[in-house]
């Protein structure tokens, strides 16, 4: 049963973050060196408009208090601090499990058959629904990924990216633009972009799988070290919906990796953001 524990934070449109709970919530803010007084200042509003719009619910046993909420609320805001609480438009709740949770799938093939599965997930995003958590990931955001790549790992950007890229329709990795914020971003650049910095993703993780040894398993922790020199999570060759909410993650948590990897992909973002993380 979903037990909304939003409390105090939902009687008002904006709401005023405690001073102790506030210094809690920041310390796990990725990059928190760059920003300067205003700068959290801004982030510290957005924060309390954002627990004031979204219901919050613990799912799963979860006992949610404040302190949770604004160390998710921090993460998920740090992405639209440039761009504005518009930009989560059009769904009202996150739900946080204690740890990974499991998602039913069905799904048809080609021949017609239904094969029924189920997903062990960190994060989801459902378009127009509910953004769900693993509090246990949101919690070593920012530690050693499954792949061995130390911090970039970041569950609550990666999800609220996809609703971002989900403004328009499907999480394609091509979210919308606004004319005021975005004046050099342009559609077909952007494509170009990252079609390039997908495929060539795509290229280097193909070859490390060709060079694994035949008795190791991709998925096991004994090829973590195969993969350790990529500049994002494997997972990020999946589609480009993921490709973009993976590159989100690193953009903010692990901004040097991503530019020198993917330069112009890197200005996309820092465009698109409207920040410069690396910079």
């Given at each position: 049963?979903?037990?909304s ?11 005023v ?7 809690v919530?920041v310390?796990?803010l990725?990059g928190r ?12 509003a957005l ?10 619910a613990?799912?799963?046993g ?15 805001c ?22 990974e949770?499991?998602?039913p ?9 239904v ?5 062990e ?9 509910p ?10 955001s920012?530690?050693?990924?499954p792949?061995?790549?130390?911090n970039a790992?970041?569950v609550?950007?990666?999800?609220f990216?996809?609703k971002?890229?989900?403004?328009d329709?499907?999480a394609?990795g091509?979210?919308p633009f606004?004319?005021r914020?975005?004046?050099?971003l342009?559609?077909a650049a952007?494509?170009?972009?990252l079609?390039?910095?997908?495929d ?7 070859m490390i799988?060709r060079?694994?040894?035949h008795?190791?398993?991709p998925?096991s922790?004994?090829a973590a070290?195969?993969?350790a020199?990529?500049p ?11 490709f973009f909410?993976?590159?989100s ?13 993917f330069p112009?992909?890197?200005?996309q ?7 410069d993380?690396?910079g």
């Amino acid at each position: 049963m979903l037990k909304s524990l939003l409390g105090r934070f939902a009687r008002d449109s904006a709401s005023v973050i405690p001073d102790a709970i506030w210094r809690v919530g920041v310390d796990s803010l990725p990059g928190r060196a760059r920003f300067s007084a205003d700068d959290l200042d801004r982030l510290r509003a957005l924060c309390g408009a954002l627990l004031a719009q979204k219901s919050m619910a613990g799912a799963g046993g979860l006992q949610l208090d404040a302190t949770i909420q604004v160390r998710i609320a921090v993460q998920a805001c740090l992405p639209i601090l440039n761009l504005g609480l518009p930009w989560y438009r059009g769904w009202s709740q996150i739900v946080v499990y204690p740890a990974e949770f499991k998602v039913p799938r069905r799904m048809t093939d080609d021949d017609g058959v239904v094969h029924e599965y189920t997903d062990e997930l960190s994060g989801e995003s459902w378009d127009g629904g509910p953004l769900l958590l693993s509090w246990a990931d949101v919690e070593s955001s920012g530690g050693t990924l499954p792949s061995g790549r130390a911090n970039a790992y970041n569950v609550v950007i990666h999800e609220f990216a996809h609703k971002l890229d989900q403004l328009d329709g499907d999480a394609d990795g091509m979210p919308p633009f606004d004319r005021r914020l975005h004046p050099g971003l342009d559609r077909a650049a952007w494509m170009r972009d990252l079609d390039d910095a997908f495929d060539r993703f795509g290229w280097e993780l193909e070859m490390i799988d060709r060079s694994l040894p035949h008795d190791v398993d991709p998925e096991s922790d004994e090829a973590a070290r195969f993969y350790a020199g990529l500049p994002l999570d494997p997972y990020a060759a999946h589609d480009p919906g993921e490709f973009f909410a993976v590159s989100s993650e690193t953009f903010f948590v692990a901004p040097h990796e991503l530019r020198d990897a993917f330069p112009a992909w890197y200005g996309q973002l820092a465009a698109f953001y409207r920040q410069d993380p690396a910079g």
